[in-house]
């Protein structure tokens, strides 16, 4: 169980493109699911923490109108890198929280690797 | 603003050597979470330790937390090169959210 899928595994995109990525937990409901950036060899960035059906809570530093986040239910969060440059390429993970006894694990997806052109 | 601080940042060792990782911090954390990390994939769930003084045992991967829930530790047991990976500790605190240490990348050479 605890299983959360991402989508794509890997995009490549010309600059000034937008590109979004799927998070879903597969076979729980997560009422909250977090996006994280990391960069080569080292550790996860918080970008943001999205509860299913309100705004996204975006950590400081990161542009909320670059960085899109919906949670639309609660097996689906989606984040769209508008209008991406080269500098936002990184390995993007998101991970979901759910709800009842194992409410204080998070639980990662594989990862989606972006490389803006 | 909670830090959690991780040590070693890279180990190198030999098939057969034990190891420690260290993951300490000012601050009391609720839980705190082990992941193992695969270059190109996401991070996978070790172990979850909430009690303080509280021991796991994973096979030959040793998980502590501390008295004071501030610190813990994962000792590795005859590494093997399939140990080989990013390991992440990362402690929860208020609202469940989750800080993330810097990570311990362990090379295991057979």
């Known amino acids: 169980g605890a299983v959360v899928s991402q989508h794509p595994s890997r995009v490549i995109c010309k600059s000034g493109t937008s590109v979004k990525i799927e998070c879903r937990s597969l076979?729980?409901?997560?009422?909250?699911m977090f996006w994280y950036r990391q960069f080569p060899k080292q550790s996860l960035m918080l970008m943001a923490t999205s509860n299913e059906g309100s705004k996204a809570t975006y950590e400081q530093g990161v542009e909320k109108d670059k960085f899109l986040i919906n949670h639309a239910s609660l097996t689906l969060s989606t984040l769209t890198v508008t209008s991406a440059h080269p500098e936002d390429s990184s390995f993007y993970i998101c991970?979901?929280?759910?709800?009842?006894?194992?409410?204080?694990?998070?639980?990662f997806g594989p990862g989606t690797r972006l490389t803006v052109l | 603003t909670q830090l959690l601080e991780q040590s070693p940042q890279f180990l190198s060792i030999q098939e057969g050597e034990n190891l420690t990782v260290y993951c300490n911090s000012s601050?009391?954390?609720?839980?705190l979470q082990w992941y193992r990390q695969e270059p190109g994939e996401g991070p996978v769930l070790l172990v979850t330790?909430?009690?303080?003084?509280e021991v796991k045992k994973l096979k030959r991967l040793t998980f502590q937390f501390g008295d004071a829930r501030k610190d813990s530790s994962l000792h590795i047991t005859a590494a093997q090169p399939g140990d080989t990976g990013l390991y992440l500790c990362?402690?929860?605190?208020?609202?469940?959210?989750?800080?993330f240490g810097g990570g311990t990348r362990l090379m295991v050479k057979p």
């Open positions: 076979d729980f409901q997560a009422t909250t």
């Open positions: 330790v909430v009690t303080g003084g």
């Open positions: 991970s979901a929280r759910g709800v009842g006894g194992r409410g204080n694990e998070q639980f």
């Open positions: 990362a402690g929860a605190g208020a609202g469940n959210m989750l800080t």
């Open positions: 601050s009391v954390f609720s839980s």
